[in-house]
């Protein structure tokens, strides 16, 4: 186990109703926010009438910011940070899914930064500071209200690129389960690659002597492996949406990770899918993921027939460990293709003609990965086993 420092510091409010709670705990922050939000669900399904309602009652004036789109552009970051800095604001709330509170974290870095945001995406530039953020979630999938990443799509150049820091972990977050009926089952779907993804990226490590979160990431998966069917199956199935909005904030939280060295090399041969052809990033990851499988299990067999046993239920053939390697990535294709999800390029419609150059871009700052380090060969033959 390697050395660690975890430090969570996101208040998760979790529960029936709880979005009633936010103009409370926003104002322990400040009195005026930016409302920071997507396209108009949130305005069909009632939920901003009852934020606004909260915020007034606490009495927090708003400024609003909609229409944050899945793959967030820097574009209405930028927006954001001048309208914080032509209203003073200090506080941001992030009403939505990944996309809108990853959106929210480039504003809040953005705010006191003289140069512009997408320096830090691009490494140019070190967050020092940033204002503090807070949460009502309405997608379970990124983990991003506890996490501390933001993950942004710059049209110019089709670049998608992440940057990473605690100062962007929301001080709060509210989780109401309910809130998720109404999800579209291939937004819900999508929701459970990326979240069993945030797990993988963890699990697949070489790092030795993990029992404990061996067995976290275990259970976890097999968490959303049994619940999943049940949401789609019922989608106002209050236990099985309520144990996949937990795992998907437990999945990124960083616990999961602790004492391991992590992967993360699917995440990024994703981005360049998502970056181009604009994608749902847990559709993408239900792509890669098993392609990655493939390309690197033989680097550590053990480490695959061992998930394959304990998240899948393969019968393990202790003479032919591979086999039992191989079982375990098929019932994981096998798993999101049962959930409608793609799992070839072909079926993004995601062509040929770009894969080199998407390969360039993902190993333009090095080779990724950790369980095994991939070039950008090993990149670009990746994404031909994903065809």
């Not at 009495?59 to 967030?72: K, M």
């Not at 949460?135 to 209200?145: C, K, Y």
Request: charged content about 20%; some cysteine; glycine content about 8%.
């Amino acid at each position: 186990m390697e050395n660690f420092v975890f430090q969570n510091p996101t208040k998760i409010i979790f529960g029936k109703n709880t979005e009633t709670q936010v103009g409370m705990e926003t104002r322990k922050y400040a009195d005026r926010v930016l409302l920071h939000y997507g396209g108009g669900s949130i305005k069909k399904s009632g939920l901003y009438d009852r934020v606004v309602a909260a915020l007034k009652d606490a009495g927090v004036d708003y400024i609003e910011l909609g229409g944050v789109q899945p793959n967030p552009r820097v574009s209405l970051i930028r927006e954001g940070i001048e309208l914080c800095r032509q209203h003073n604001i200090r506080f941001i709330l992030a009403v939505g899914g990944g996309s809108v509170i990853d959106s929210a974290k480039g504003i809040a870095v953005g705010v006191p930064y003289a140069g512009d945001v997408w320096d830090f995406y691009m490494r140019k530039a070190v967050i020092k500071e940033a204002l503090p953020i807070g949460v009502v979630l309405t997608i379970p999938a990124a983990g991003s209200e506890s996490s501390p990443a933001s993950v942004v799509t710059n049209d110019e150049g089709a670049l998608k690129r992440d940057i990473g820091t605690n100062l962007i972990r929301p001080q709060f977050a509210i989780l109401n389960p309910e809130l998720t009926y109404t999800l579209p089952p291939y937004q819900t779907a999508c929701g459970v690659a990326d979240i069993m993804a945030h797990v993988m990226e963890r699990y697949f490590s070489r790092t030795q002597n993990t029992d404990l979160t061996d067995r976290l990431c275990e259970a976890t998966l097999r968490t959303m492996i049994k619940n999943a069917p049940l949401a789609l199956e019922n989608p106002a199935d209050y236990a099985a949406r309520a144990e996949i909005m937990w795992t998907g904030t437990v999945a990124h939280s960083d616990l999961l990770g602790m004492g391991r060295i992590e992967d993360w090399a699917s995440h990024m041969i994703e981005h360049e899918i998502s970056g181009i052809y604009d994608v749902a990033h847990g559709a993408g990851l239900a792509v890669v993921f098993p392609a990655w499988m493939q390309y690197v299990y033989q680097e550590d067999v053990n480490v695959f027939a061992r998930f394959a046993t304990r998240v899948w239920g393969v019968e393990p053939d202790f003479a032919h460990p591979e086999k039992t390697a191989l079982a375990g990535i098929q019932k994981t294709k096998e798993f999101f293709r049962s959930l409608g999800l793609p799992v070839t390029l072909e079926e993004l419609e995601v062509g040929t003609d770009r894969l080199e150059e998407m390969a360039a871009k993902c190993t333009e700052r090095g080779p990724v990965g950790n369980f095994k380090k991939l070039d950008q060969q090993d990149v670009f033959a990746i994404y031909q086993l994903a065809r």
